[in-house]
């Protein structure tokens, strides 16, 4: 079964920083892309950034181009996202979620299965 556990996440000052980290167990982790999404109160979940199996190649939402970057060690199965120069509508709870293939265009892991997430919430 497939288990991933988030961690990093806080109250942080717009402008400020913070390093996310997602630990997974139960897959081949270097075989799969991974994805961080958020989900704010009262918005859809959204899609923030993926990262190719070989960590060779990623992408981002324009919401969050520029600012964050998502990063993966195979060898600890750990995702990461650094998050930079943050703001208040970056407030959310944010998950991470494998992709049922090693590409980002492979369909995320069903909502069910994710994890409990990381609260991140900046204030301004």
């Known amino acids: 079964q497939v288990q991933v556990k988030e961690s990093g996440g806080g109250l942080v000052q717009a402008g400020g920083s913070l390093r996310l980290s997602c630990s997974a167990s139960?897959?081949?982790?270097?075989?799969?892309?991974m994805g961080w999404f958020r989900q704010a109160p009262g918005k859809e979940r959204e899609g923030i950034s993926c990262?190719?199996?070989?960590?060779?190649?990623?992408a981002y939402a324009d919401s969050v181009k520029g600012r964050f970057t998502i990063s993966r060690d195979n060898a600890k199965n750990t995702l990461y996202l650094q998050m930079s120069n943050l703001k208040p509508e970056d407030t959310a709870m944010y998950y991470c979620v494998p992709r049922t293939g090693g590409e980002c265009w492979a369909p995320a892991a069903d909502p069910a299965s994710w994890g409990q997430g990381t609260q991140v919430t900046v204030s301004s």
């Open positions: 139960g897959l081949t982790f270097a075989a799969y892309a």
């Open positions: 990262i190719r199996a070989g960590g060779d190649n990623t």
